[in-house]
């Protein structure tokens, strides 16, 4: 299992150098709520965002980073942008590229949406900078590119979402080698206790009203679908270099435990924590480091119930499809992982139903064009194969 030890991970300075990419979105505010609290501990040398630019401005004031960028190259260059003493200005993913790999940076924080933060993501790997990542398509697109590209420089990979930092965090309190499987939890999202019926006519006012969790629109969609769960179970796949069959999905409504383990023995480690971003975030950024931070604690001087059930795979098809594309591996997972995106924005529009995003994906990736070890420009290729397959199917 390639999980950095302690001991290989660059921590025992005074601060640790950080750039947040997607510093806009639900993952990157939280992550400079973290960096406020922790005051000196962390250091934001860089910071992007995409469409949000007076935020970016308002969090460059703040914290005085070496550089920013703005991604949408049409919207920087419309904007009108204040004189920011100290902090250089750089431009779309080129600026990304440049950003990342620069000196005085640690870690980066990838919490950009979607493929489009595959290329930051290699780039500061393959410069050596530890990643802490919750951009989990690059993942599911690249895995074994990414995986590579960590191994290649010696930098290590930490994840942000709740359940690979969970059973990240079971794993260290145990033995590697003794993993027989993980157990991945689903709040089972707005929709959990609706019919295939209603799902049918639901609206995106619904879908992205998620019970448990603040997010950004399309992960909100993702866990409505149950395919953000699909999703973790490839990133999973490759984080942790698992097979299919070693990962199972149970659903526990309250997102109290993030995930769990089982070891060759039969005991199960789980990760309890109320459900805040802040926590793996700020583990991400400091492990192997624990220290006082802003997330929100457990309290069992009250009642708690925690309930898990299997989940229902007639109504949420998207699982079996998930499993399967882990167990493919090769282009399935960029084919899937596009489809997807496509097929959630077409949602968003309302130009499809709820049911039909798992429909798109579940035939698009059916019909696409196999291929077992592909390369960056293969899976490029294919990303684009698939966003224009599913808008033929969107159309017709
Ligand atoms: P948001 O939509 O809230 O934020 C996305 C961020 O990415 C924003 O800063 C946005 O900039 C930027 N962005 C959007 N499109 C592009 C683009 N084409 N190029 C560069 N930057 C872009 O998403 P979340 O924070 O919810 O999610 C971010 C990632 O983290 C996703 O991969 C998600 O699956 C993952 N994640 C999120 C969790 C959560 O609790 N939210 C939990 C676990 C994982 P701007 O806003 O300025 O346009
Ligand atoms: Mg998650």
Redesign the pocket.
């Known amino acids: 299992m390639p999980l950095p030890s302690p001991e290989s991970t660059i921590r025992n300075r005074e601060f640790t150098g950080v750039a947040v ?10 992550a400079m709520e973290v960096a406020r609290h922790l005051g000196n501990r962390i250091s934001v040398k860089g910071l ?6 007076d ?2 401005v308002e969090l460059a004031r703040e914290f005085r980073p070496d550089w920013i960028v ?3 190259i049409e919207t920087a260059n419309k904007f009108r942008w204040p004189d920011l003493p100290g902090t250089e200005l750089l431009i779309g ?1 080129q600026g ?1 590229q440049q950003g990342v790999v620069g000196d005085g940076i640690d870690t980066v924080l ?5 493929i ?2 595959l290329q ?1 993501t290699l780039a500061a790997l393959g410069a050596g900078k530890n990643v802490a990542l ?5 993942l599911v697109a690249a895995g074994p590119i990414v995986m590579a590209a960590a191994r290649n420089s010696g930098a290590s990979i930490i994840p ?4 690979h930092n969970a059973i990240f965090q079971c794993i260290q309190a145990g033995q590697a080698g003794y993993l027989s499987k993980v157990i991945l939890t689903a709040s089972g999202g707005p929709f959990r206790n609706w019919t295939i019926e209603q799902m049918e006519n639901a609206l995106p006012e619904q879908a992205l009203n998620h019970p448990n ?8 969609i ?1 866990s409505a679908t149950m395919m ?1 769960k699909a ?1 973790e179970i490839i990133e999973a796949r490759w984080l942790f270099d698992l097979v299919a069959g070693q990962i199972e999905v149970v659903v526990h409504p309250q997102s109290v435990v993030h995930s769990m383990v089982e070891f060759a023995d039969g005991s199960v480690l789980a990760q309890l924590s109320p459900p805040d ?1 802040r926590l ?1 975030i700020q583990y991400a950024l400091l492990y192997p480091e624990r220290i006082p931070g802003p997330a929100n604690r457990m309290n069992f001087s009250k009642a708690l119930s925690l309930e898990f059930s299997p989940p229902d795979h007639s109504r949420f098809p998207a699982l079996k499809l998930g499993l399967r594309v882990a167990e493919q591996g090769g282009t399935a997972g960029a084919v899937f992982n596009a489809a997807n995106e496509v097929a959630v924005e077409a949602f968003l529009k309302q130009e499809i139903g709820f049911n039909d995003i798992v429909r798109a994906v579940g035939e698009v990736v059916a019909q696409h064009p196999f291929q077992s070890s592909p390369d960056l420009d293969q899976i490029v290729a294919i990303d684009q194969w698939a966003r224009e397959e599913t808008n033929k199917w969107i159309l017709d």
């Open positions: 990419l997607g510093a806009t979105g639900s993952i990157g505010e939280s992007s965002a995409h469409s949000q630019l935020r970016l703005a991604t949408d993913s990304l990838a919490a950009i949406v979607g489009a933060g930051s919750a951009n989990k398509e690059t942000i979402d709740s359940e969790w603040d997010m950004g629109r399309k992960i909100s993702d953000n999703l971003m793996p």
